[in-house]
């Protein structure tokens, strides 16, 4: 057993390698989209290239495998007396190094290539709303992401196999079944919801000064319990939360004039996967166990935070006032309920980042559909913008007029992300079925937000959530902690009882 | 030939990498000075750490040998018809990969294990006035510092060995005659001003605000020809220069309210030493070339531009009613010539980075007298204090009452930097030696910067020595420029000009 131990101190050490060549890589990331002079684009470029080269080496370093041979037994199955930290490392960094011995080197820099390519592609062909530009591009990616599914998994459906990058254990099947509920119980809440009467929202659309927003949003990300110790909220094109050490997490955020309500939101939702990094336990630390277990588990924190908190009648109880006071000339006359209601209103729209809570997983079932198809086959990248306007007009009842506001929207594909959009909608889900399990325990929500008391929540979220990093599956860690594995209709729930109150359903 | 132009290919492939390395840890220190949150302190320790082991790794790895092996003669006489830059490229290649292997891992370790527990000592022992705590510290670190230059050069002089890490080709008994020289001439020049009235400065005692100073400060970077577009500047406790890639050349100053012109001055100093490092020559990029050649040609452009123009006449007559407007209330009443006598003011004083340009090199000589003299062992550790004592008292007339403000105030030797010190003096020389070069070429400053033409400055510069980076070694550079080797006597003429005036002597 000494010898056994040995082994995974040693293996512990190459992972730590592994895991601070991506955390200096995710600084070049950070400081490329806060801070860097415009000229350093193209160097940049090839230092994250050295890194992310580095990083692989490291991967598949021989060491790797004849450590693992010297454990002596299939790391998948390791024997039940050893410490489940261990266990979940093992399992971990094998599934890892098999995935990454088995993809050529060749295909790895293809992809690199093609990738960047196409998204250079995608930024001009969707301003010139040019699909047959993008198209040529987005093909090749297709093919080249078929390639590496093959690679990794020769036997697999090639679409599970890139939906476990970002949701280990997954299946395109699975969730299919689950968005079908959803769907389902989504379009029945919307029909309601159209045909009652939409909130005022006028006040919404007032010119809000930034340094103000930027306060406001500063207090709520303290409020939430998000450490500026170990982080640091910055501006950036895109708001994203990234891990640059251990005690580093930082996020960004955007504001616009226009948007008081996107910019706080976004200062939430960063917020909340922030803190899902800044609580990994102390014992996962410097491992690859101290990250998000799945994207959809990730998504479930900042979504959590962002909607069923910061979206919530109780939330806006306790912060209105102050919120009133910053900007009195736009809220004067408004009163908490109106405020709360035009947060909330319901509207089918083309734009997925723009989206209500209620609409926002239609955006996602199609994009989740189609790209299921591209990967298949079934669906030939020519007939993308077809497919595209028909499933908007089948799901939310209005269609682009242009492939830049259609299928040109998000830049995922462009870049190879196939597997990764389902992940949004999956947080949704997650979120409501953990939150129900967290009121059983700390008692009701609309209590302790409304109590001021945040770090209940967050205490909670920590010792169920954030502390176990990917030393759970998602799938185990939703029935570790709901009892039960993902089922769409808690989320359904939530949502109705929410909305018989915004809309007096 | 062809054989010999794949070997260099490929070696600058090599260097390609090594030099990429240095960018990123370059970006992870910059960080760590400007936005890091404190908490992340300890794991940037080790990301720099790990950055540096892999900078090592890739500068000693065995291709080297063997292509330099495959060149069949010695880099170092390479043949006559080699282009220079390649000619420069092997012979700095070389000397770097040389140096490196000599040097055992395990001294390599030891010096970064014990500078860094011997910086902290420093900074306590500093702030206790402890020199006892910070002894002990400052023996191992000069004992590692004599070894590793044994194991560079077993047979040279330890103390020119360090120097020349920082002034390539020079040597103790080459700067000590230097020394002497300036030495006496700054004495005789000394005396004559402190017979004399110093200028009125209270004004420039007075509370300035920061985002006027940095408005200003700005302004001044951008007259310079400090391109932000490739750069960018930020506050840092220490202000200094760094480069993240050949396009991402960063600055950083501090602003104190009540010392308006130092704050001024590091602006224009640290944007000195970024427009070098902006002006590398195209065929130098991604090279270990692109850099400077040492830190005392360095210094001369950060100096040329604080010293030269900044604290000159005629900069503060284009300048000086823009910088009034800024601050109506300080400086009402206050005329140019007045501003100029007291930017210029002259006394001895205890605290080398707050000296004038006349007593300046005092700081300097006494440093570089105890340094090298700690180096042979002349001097033991526990003697520093009194024999730092009766320097500045013979040199400067004056003796700090403690360590703290004597030979404990600055980082330099506590982190190893032996042989560092002589270069800022050495800065202040070639200054004055290239701007007669300059002046005989575009004319004199005095016209050019009295007409704005700061741009016509940059080119000189830019033309002779900015583009060469490290293709001249300094001494080359210097007779390139100028005809001559370094000559003290330039600087002591221009300092004796201008302090006529200043001074009226």
């Known amino acids: 057993m000494n010898q056994v131990n040995n082994t995974i101190k040693r293996l512990k050490e190459l992972d730590a390698t592994v895991t601070r060549l991506g955390h200096i890589t995710a600084l070049l990331e950070w400081d490329q989209e806060t801070f860097m002079p415009g000229g350093a684009v193209e160097d940049r470029a090839a230092q994250i290239a050295l890194m992310m080269g580095l990083h692989h080496e490291k991967i598949v370093d021989g060491e790797w495998e004849s450590l693992f041979a010297q454990l002596g037994y299939d790391v998948d199955d390791s024997p039940k007396e050893m410490n489940p930290i261990d266990a979940a490392f093992l399992r971990e960094s094998h599934k890892r190094w098999k995935k990454k011995i088995r993809v050529p080197r060749e295909l790895v820099e293809n992809l690199a290539r093609e990738t960047s390519l196409s998204q ?29 599914a093959r690679a990794v998994a020769p036997d697999g459906d090639a679409y599970d196999t890139l939906l476990d990058e970002y949701e280990p254990g997954a299946t395109g099947s699975q969730i299919a079944s689950v968005f079908d509920g959803l769907a389902a119980g989504l379009r029945e809440l919307m029909d309601r919801i159209l045909s009652g009467t939409a909130p005022e929202a006028g006040f919404l659309e007032k010119s809000y000064d930034i340094s103000l927003q930027d306060v406001f949003g500063k207090k709520i ?62 014992n996962l630390r410097g491992t690859l166990l101290a990250d998000g277990t799945s994207l959809g588990i990730h998504e479930s924190q900042s979504r959590f935070w962002e909607n069923t908190v910061g979206r919530s009648r109780v939330f806006w109880d306790f912060w209105y006032r102050d919120f009133q006071r910053l ?16 947060a909330n209103r319901v509207q089918p729209s083309l734009i997925r980042v ?86 059983d325990e700390i008692g009701p929500l609309s209590t302790i937000i409304g109590e001021g008391r945040a770090e209940t929540v967050l205490t909670w979220l920590r010792k169920n959530i954030h502390v176990h990093g990917r030393v759970f599956s998602p799938d185990d860690l939703c029935r570790h902690v709901t009892g039960k594995p993902l089922d769409p209709v808690h989320f359904l729930d939530y949502l109705n009882g929410k909305y018989a109150e915004v809309y007096g359903l």
């Open 354 to 439: 723009d989206a209500d809570e209620v609409t926002y997983s239609f955006h996602i079932i199609i994009r989740f559909r189609l790209e299921q198809a591209l990967i298949s086959g079934d669906l030939k990248v020519a007939e993308l913008p077809g497919a595209w306007r028909d499933a908007y007009q089948e799901l939310l009842g209005i269609s682009p007029r242009n492939d830049a506001d259609g299928c040109m929207q998000d830049v995922h594909w462009s870049v190879g992300l196939f597997g990764y959009f389902p992940t949004y909608a999956l947080g949704n889900l997650y979120a409501a079925q953990f939150t129900i399990a967290m009121e």
């Open 221 to 282: 990300q303290a409020f939430m319990g998000y450490d500026t110790n170990r982080g640091r909220l910055d501006l950036s094109a895109h708001p994203f939360t990234t891990t640059l050490g251990p005690d580093d997490v930082r996020v960004t955020t955007r504001y616009d004039e226009n948007l008081v309500l996107s910019g706080l939101l976004s200062n939430i939702h960063e917020a909340g996967h922030g803190l899902y990094e800044q609580g990994m336990g102390e």
């Open 327 to 342: 900007f009195p000339e736009h809220l004067s006359g408004v009163g908490t309920m109106s405020f709360y209601r035009a």
């Open 120 to 148: 250079s592609a995608w930024v001009k062909a969707r301003k010139d709303d040019d699909f047959s530009a993008f198209a040529p591009h987005l093909e090749t990616v297709i093919n080249l992401e078929r390639e590496y």
